[in-house]
Each structure stands twice: as structure tokens, then as C-alpha cells.
């Protein structure tokens, strides 16, 4: 397993495993690299927005990121993840969940 795979598998669990709305939780590799992760949620009303950025940064300098934002109300959910590439390119994409009773 690399071992940036190795630090984002073991970022899932310490993340989900603290109570609460905000999270952050920082990894350095055995290699030099690091790996961020930062969570936030924010209840306005009956809608719930939940933001995670992750980060990974090489010991070379080479940086990628992800943001995916979460918006959940009561008639579904929308999620948006934004990743950027260590090149600056990014992509975005959008998937929308519809819950009809």
C-alpha cells in the first residue's frame, strides 16, 4: 500500500471518530508529506451544510486537494467535491439526491 494511501485510510476513522461539528486532524508520512483533513457542519434551520477539506502535501511540495460540501434538507441532499491536482488542474462534480414520500 503507498503510503499516501496508507495516511488518507487512516484519516477516515480518526475523523469520524470525535463528537461534535468541527473536526481537524493532521497526518505527517513517514516520507515527509502531510496530509490535513478539516471539517465543519452548520445547522441553519432543518438544513444541514457539512464542508471537508483534505489536503495531501508531498516532501516534495506537490499539493492536491478535495473540498466537498453537503447540503442536506429535508426533501434530500445535494454534494459538491471539488478536487484540484498537484498541476492546478481541477475538476468539479455535482450529484443531487431527491427523497419523495
Do not use: H, W
Not at 469520524?16 to 457542519?41: H, I, Y
Not at 432543518?46 to 471537508?52: A, K, R, S
Amino acid at each position: 500500500m503507498k503510503p499516501f494511501t496508507y495516511a488518507l485510510a487512516l484519516m477516515l476513522p480518526l475523523t469520524l471518530a470525535a463528537p461534535g461539528f468541527a473536526q481537524n486532524v493532521t497526518v505527517t508520512t513517514g516520507k515527509g508529506g502531510t496530509m490535513t483533513k478539516n471539517r465543519s457542519c452548520m445547522v441553519d434551520g432543518q438544513m444541514v451544510i457539512c464542508d471537508t477539506m483534505t489536503t495531501g502535501t508531498t516532501a516534495g511540495g506537490q499539493t492536491v486537494s478535495r473540498n466537498r460540501q453537503r447540503t442536506v434538507e429535508q426533501g434530500g441532499s445535494t454534494t459538491t467535491v471539488t478536487g484540484t491536482g498537484p498541476s492546478g488542474e481541477s475538476n468539479t462534480r455535482t450529484r443531487t439526491l431527491l427523497i419523495t414520500r
